[in-house]
């Protein structure tokens, strides 16, 4: 199976089937690659904010408020693992010093 896997990916040059993504995700006005849309949005938004159409616009903001949202959902889990460490460190303590 991992043969088929790898001559798949010599054919194509990448794992996932080709590179049409990566061809689409480059920015028009300064050529700048990205690998993904949504982060090639967010660059156009901050650095050619006054040169974008309507639906650039609404792309950038779409992909803003969804950067927002990962933003918010990673803090609030990064501080749910601080919370858990802290409780738990606190439970070893009063364990070991029984």
Known sequence: ???ATSDADDATGSPTGGDSETADATCARCGER???ER???LH???EHYRALDDRER???EAAYESET???RSF???ALAVLV???FGFLMTYAVVTL
């Open 84 to 86: 858990a460490l802290y």
């Open 1 to 3: 199976m991992t043969e």
């Open 69 to 71: 949202e990962d933003l």
């Open 75 to 77: 803090r609030l889990r």
């Open 39 to 41: 982060l090639r949005d």
């Open 58 to 60: 609404a792309a950038y």
């Open 34 to 36: 990205f690998p993904t």
């Open 44 to 46: 156009r938004g901050l």
